[in-house]
């Protein structure tokens, strides 16, 4: 009988409220329902805490979920499995950079890269449009934050860099919301699914192939 779900932490915590207050609003275990996005009620209220910068699911209607077992129609036990449907918006998302502050190095970097990853990937969509300003607030901080990472190797960033972190992920994850992914993501998930590497680093390995075909476009 709760009356709202509250999700606190990464991207994977945040998909799994969302998939959480819409099966409980609907009284089923059924997931098969749940991916056909064919329930009947509503989800249930969600607030989202991000404790993490990069995974835009604060700002975003779909919840990528892993089949945890075989799924006829829908993949193996071990695929990743993604749901969109415009009542999976939280009624509340708390943004804050010291939410973010205790996160270890190597998700920092890896949610980053995902956080580029979503700019990236929508940015060079032949219909971005006016999506474009989002992308273009979001690269710069984003990237600003990957380059002192990747200067500085061993250390964590400090407060204001946390700060440009968190809403460069904002800013792409709103790119994402309005444009979906291109193909490093769908890719990146082979690699995450099969080999273990972190979600982030696993769509980063993609991007430079995005960038040259979209640049032989321009």
């Known amino acids: ?9 990464g991207g994977s ?65 071990g695929r990743k499995k993604s749901i969109t449907h415009p009542s999976c918006y939280a009624r509340y998302a708390f943004a804050d950079p010291r939410y973010t502050a205790s996160l270890p190095r190597k998700p920092t ?16 969509n032949p219909a971005c449009g006016d999506v474009a300003v989002c992308a273009e607030k979001a690269l710069p901080l984003i990237s600003g934050g990957l380059r002192w990472l990747a200067e500085n190797p061993g250390l964590l960033p400090d407060e204001a860099l946390r700060e440009e972190l968190l809403y460069g992920s904002l800013w792409a994850g709103l790119v994402l919301n309005a444009m979906g992914t291109a193909y490093p993501h769908p890719f990146g998930y082979i690699l995450t699914e099969d080999f273990g590497i972190p979600h982030g680093m696993a769509c980063a390995v993609f991007l430079p192939s995005l960038s040259r075909r979209a640049e032989a476009f321009v």
């Open 13 to 77: 915590v945040m998909d799994a409220a969302k998939a959480a207050a819409w099966l409980a609003a609907n009284r089923v275990e059924d997931t098969a329902r749940l991916f056909a996005g064919n329930l009947r009620r509503p989800p249930l209220p969600l607030v989202l805490v991000g404790t993490t910068a990069g995974t835009g699911s604060e700002v975003s209607p779909t919840a990528v979920l892993t089949l945890d077992t075989d799924m006829p129609g829908l993949g193996t036990a």
């Open 109 to 124: 970097v890896s949610t980053a890269l995902d956080a580029l990853a979503h700019a990236v990937e929508g940015y060079c």
């Open 1 to 9: 009988r709760a009356e709202f779900v509250v999700g606190v932490g």
